[in-house]
């Protein structure tokens, strides 16, 4: 997604100093396919994520937490948008471009994978103080049990 910031930046920037319709078409495919890359990845983190990792006894208000950061965000994206492009221009494009790459190291490192796991195993997960020990753990466990159904 940050790619796709990056290349809006230089095509809009393109379109700017040479009024090109090709960049300008491009520009507009570019955003799509940003909208796309963020719906089938991030956009489903904010009502699914929470209530994953969470215990029962915080599911509800984690996810409502979860969910009024996700709206006030949201909010604030819109009411910056048009004042940055007008004072900015393309520029604000690398500024989401250096905000999505920023948060790649924090999700690879902190946020552990959930895929294929009980509410049980979740739980453990994050009780303890070692998570890599218990995703190996977690990983040989799951490859033990398709071993023995095939």
Not at 75 to 99: D, E, S
Request: aromatic share 16%; proline share 4%; charged share 15%.
């Amino acid at each position: 997604m940050a790619v796709c910031f990056c290349l809006e930046a230089g095509l809009v920037y393109k379109v700017d100093t040479t009024h090109s319709k090709a960049a300008g078409g491009a520009a507009t495919a570019f955003l799509f396919v940003y909208l796309g890359l963020f719906t089938i990845g991030f956009q489903a983190v904010v009502w699914v994520y929470p209530s994953e990792i969470l215990p029962l006894r915080l599911r509800q208000k984690g996810s409502s937490i979860s969910t009024a950061c996700n709206w006030i965000t949201n909010y604030a994206v819109v009411q910056i948008t048009p004042i940055a492009l007008k004072k900015i221009h393309y520029k604000f494009y690398i500024v989401f471009a250096v905000i999505n790459a920023a948060f790649l190291p924090p999700i690879y490192f902190f946020y552990p994978e959930t895929k294929g796991m009980n509410f049980e195993d979740v739980d453990r997960l994050f009780a303890g103080n070692n998570v890599r020990a218990f995703e190996h753990d977690a990983e040989s466990k799951h490859t033990d049990t398709q071993v023995q159904e095939a």
